[in-house]
């Protein structure tokens, strides 16, 4: 079995709307049934009891390696505590060879598990022994160390509940809250509104405890010391019990509560000396309660018990503690609900305050603490007392965490209970803590755990916001880059700042901020990425989806112009027009529930992807008699069409002209292809929502010039002549071209062509068998890149194409496009009309514009 080709699916895809694994495996003819490897699926449920069934469509085609290696790491993800549950494994044309997709939850687990599928069935073919539980073992920690954490967890959990897209931008816990200029970050539990100086003075735990005094909070009294015989000085000035903690501090390292002796001082100002400057406090007795402010309202209370351990009047104190730490629910880190009890001088030095060691052996049911603070990263439990606490004590809360600035703050309470006021009680708040943990309020030792994540969505996005902005996805053979182009002039023409991605590069706001083939994944999430972008318009290319899937989760709108047999079929095992279909509706299956998706009527193959858009749909088409579109507006749904001299948008009995002598793109309507662009992109901005002023102004200012839409389509005057550049590059293009070109008077008419090598023979040939009828003279060029192709192949099947042709009467073969076309426009004279199908975009153009200048 060879697993090759290994692609990481980090959006919608082909296969499944969430994150996958998918690789290419090849099996050898013994391996696609493994009835004919003995013993094989017996020694395989051996190692692995919790294998699953095997799917049922593997069963009826024989279950091969590939569905082995499939099932297996969709088992290990599982075991490992992964929530996934989708994979498939599709048979390719080639025979043997198979793509297996397998989902997960994070990338890095994943492809671990993967791996290690590959190793455990290599180990089972050969019967040899295979360590599993290592392995599981292994994806556990892996998954721990990479997920996100409780506290960020639960936000991002909040978030994906509201329809609010997110996405992670670094492995820790740096997160973006949707899309463009509505976009939020949290980092943990701090929100991006939150001040730097406001954090400041929460780690400030002396300067905080001056500014909540001065606003009337209680606090206990005490303050910094730089040594110990100061130490001892504050101590003598404030008196026993006393707390020793750092000033810059936080989750609780190097505090120590309830010191009563010298000896326990100085082995708590060491403690606390190694995380920087030292204060000395009065000790405030009572409970430890944490209670959670989110904006204006206190959203979550605990109270938090410092690490104990109960004797049974058998075990040592050592023995108890490391029972505890056997919970399931207790871990190393911040990942599970509790974290293990530490047994470090601290727990030594409170063990001797009570009398014991760690080697004594308690009596039964007596309560043997080992630490006085109750951080739960320290070992403590939280028990939910969030329906108890007293207005007054909320109140406090409040104004503590709105004094230093916070929006998201724990403050820390220490006072006998939280039913009656802290001022009654001689309690106060000793610490407030920016970016405060959250997982006491979500999954409490007892009591019910609180929606906290839901209150900072709540606080950070107003009622009915999901923090998208309108993205526009556009795909199809031919018209895609001219049609986001169009789209993104009328979004920018209703006053939104657009983000565009195409063919030609990147663009914010009208600037270029990227060049080359900008139409996959990473560029759309680069455009969502920019706080200056409203809405967004995405040419959504078939590569990046098979690549790597969407840059979104879902679109306000998906545009499909038209598909063709000469898109790159053969590659990918996308081998049909169907084929590619199916990859390309991947955008109309993720519009969103109030989106619309704008399809050709005329193409069949892009109407019938209708019935997959899970929000509207607006057909579109040059015939009004169109079958499809005809049927659409009898049901009063929404279409575009051409009347007369007029494109018109319909709903029922509602009717909008848009005449198409205002439409310069179309050429007073003389350009069929263009009308279609023009019709699409008004859908997509009637899609979303844009006045039909609006539409009508952007219309009109959209020229189709080398500037606004290179390449495609744009027309130059050379001495009388008449030339088109165009970047059209497959038989539908040709088509295209050809119907628009025989609608323009020409006395003559010159062509400058050469073929993208990585298309099939078929297709090349096919592009001159359209043109030959219609072209006199043949200017074939080759380039120095010919995408795998043999020197001279390309022109050759060129030729081949114009074997039958009926009209052409010069063909010339050339080295190099600019040389091409010097020849071409050399023929040229008034009335004559030239299209030069360019490769190089905006070189070849700057070129034919200076040509064309020069008198």
């Not at 009835?35 to 017996?42: D, M, N, Q, S």
């Not at 005490?222 to 000033?247: C, Y």
Request: hydrophobic letters at 45%; one cysteine or more.
């Amino acid at each position: 079995m060879d697993v090759s080709r290994i692609r990481v699916l980090r959006g919608p895809n082909l296969w499944s709307r969430h994150t996958a694994i998918q690789a290419v495996v090849e099996c050898a003819e013994d391996e696609r049934d493994i009835r004919r490897l003995p013993g094989l699926e017996h020694r395989l449920r051996a190692a692995l009891p919790a294998l699953g069934p095997w799917r049922a469509e593997a069963l009826a085609s024989h279950v091969s390696l590939a569905h082995v290696l499939e099932l297996v790491t969709l088992s290990l993800q599982a075991q490992a505590g992964c929530p996934v549950t989708f994979s498939r494994t599709a048979p390719t044309p080639e025979e043997g060879v198979y793509q297996v997709v397998v989902g997960y939850t994070e990338e890095s687990v994943g492809r671990r598990a993967l791996e290690a599928a590959q190793q455990l069935i290599a180990a089972i073919v050969a019967d040899q022994a295979f360590e599993v539980e290592g392995v599981l073992a292994e994806l556990r920690e892996l998954d721990e160390d990479v997920r996100l954490g409780p506290s960020t967890g639960c936000i991002v959990e909040a978030a994906q509940a509201r329809g609010i897209p997110w996405r992670r931008l670094t492995q820790g816990s740096l997160v973006q809250l949707g899309w463009g200029s509505r976009q939020r970050r949290i980092w943990a539990a701090e929100i991006d509104s939150t001040s730097a100086v406001a954090e400041s003075i929460a780690q400030d735990k002396d300067l905080t405890k001056q500014l909540l005094a001065a606003a009337g909070v209680p606090v206990p009294i005490g303050r910094p010391v730089a040594s110990m015989d100061e130490a001892r000085q504050v101590v003598a000035e404030i008196g026993w019990p006393v707390v020793v903690k750092p000033r810059d501090g936080n989750q609780g390292k190097g505090v120590t509560v309830n010191i009563v002796s010298d000896e326990h001082l100085v082995l708590a100002f060491n403690v606390a000396a190694e995380h920087g400057e030292v204060m000395v406090e009065r000790y405030l007795p009572g409970h430890d309660f944490r209670l959670l402010v989110v904006g204006d309202k206190l959203v979550a209370a605990a109270r938090r018990d410092p690490p104990h351990v109960v004797g049974d009047g058998v075990h040592t104190v050592r023995q108890l503690v490391d029972k505890v730490n056997e919970d399931p629910r207790r871990g190393e880190g911040h990942a599970t609900s509790l974290t293990k009890i530490r047994f470090d001088d601290i727990a030594v030095a409170r063990l001797s305050v009570q009398g014991l060691t760690p080697d004594a052996v308690p009596a039964a049911g007596q309560r043997v603490v080992l630490r006085n603070n109750a951080n739960l990263s320290t070992g403590g439990t939280a028990t939910d007392v969030t329906d108890e606490v007293h207005p007054e004590v909320a109140a406090r809360a409040i104004a503590a965490a709105q004094c230093i600035g916070l929006h998201i703050c724990g403050v820390d309470v220490l006072a006998e209970s939280v039913h009656r006021p802290l001022e009654v009680q001689g309690g106060g708040i000793v610490e407030v803590n920016a970016a405060p943990g959250l997982r006491m309020h979500l999954t409490p030792s007892y009591g019910k755990g609180r929606p906290v994540g839901e209150a900072v969505i709540q606080t950070m996005f107003g009622p009915g916001e999901d923090g998208r902005i309108p993205v526009v996805a556009v795909t199809g053979t031919n018209g895609k880059t001219t049609t986001a182009r169009l789209t993104a002039h009328l979004l920018a023409a209703s006053g939104l700042r657009v983000g565009m991605t195409n063919t030609d590069g990147v663009y914010v706001n009208g600037r270029q901020i990227d060049s080359g083939d900008c139409s996959g994944p990473k560029s759309a999430r680069n455009v969502l990425l920019n706080p200056d972008v409203d809405a967004a318009v995405l040419e959504t290319a078939r590569g990046g989806i098979l690549r790597e899937g969407l840059g979104f989760d879902r679109c306000s709108t998906a545009v499909v112009t038209n598909l063709g047999a000469g898109d790159h079929l053969g590659l990918n095992y996308i081998t049909t027009v169907e084929d590619l279909a199916v990859l390309k509706r991947v955008i109309v299956m993720n519009v969103a529930d109030r989106g619309h998706a704008v399809l050709n009527a005329a193409d069949p193959i892009v109407a019938a992807m209708a019935p997959k858009c899970p929000g509207g749909v607006i057909f579109f088409a040059l015939d009004p008699h169109n079958p499809v579109l005809a049927a659409h507006r009898a049901q009063g749904k929404r279409v575009l069409t051409v009347d007369g001299d007029a494109i018109v948008a319909s709903e029922g009995s509602w009717r909008e002209r848009l005449p198409l002598r205002d439409i310069p793109l179309t050429r007073q309507g003389s350009i069929g292809f263009q009308v279609d662009n023009a019709m699409a992109a008004i859908g997509a901005a009637w899609s979303e929502g844009l006045a039909w002023d609006a539409i009508r102004g952007g219309l009109a200012s959209f020229t189709n010039d080398a500037d606004n839409a290179p390449g495609r389509f744009n027309v130059m005057d050379h001495h009388g002549a008449t030339v088109i550049a165009d970047y059209g590059h497959n038989p539908d293009a040709m088509r295209a071209l050809v119907a628009a070109v025989q609608r323009m008077p020409a006395r003559r008419r010159v062509v400058v062509i050469s073929g993208a090598g990585d298309r099939r023979d078929e297709d090349i040939r096919e592009q001159t068998a359209i043109l030959g009828d219609v072209f006199d003279d043949f200017i074939l060029y080759q380039d120095a890149c010919q995408r795998g192709r043999a020197d001279g192949e390309v022109l050759r099947l060129l030729r081949e194409g114009l074997s039958k042709a009926q009209r052409a009467q010069h063909v010339e073969d050339v080295t190099g496009e600019f040389q091409a076309i010097d020849i071409g426009l050399a023929r040229l004279t008034a009335g004559d009309l030239c299209l030069v199908l360019v490769d190089q975009v905006d070189e070849a153009l700057a070129y034919l514009r200076a040509r064309c200048a020069a008198r």
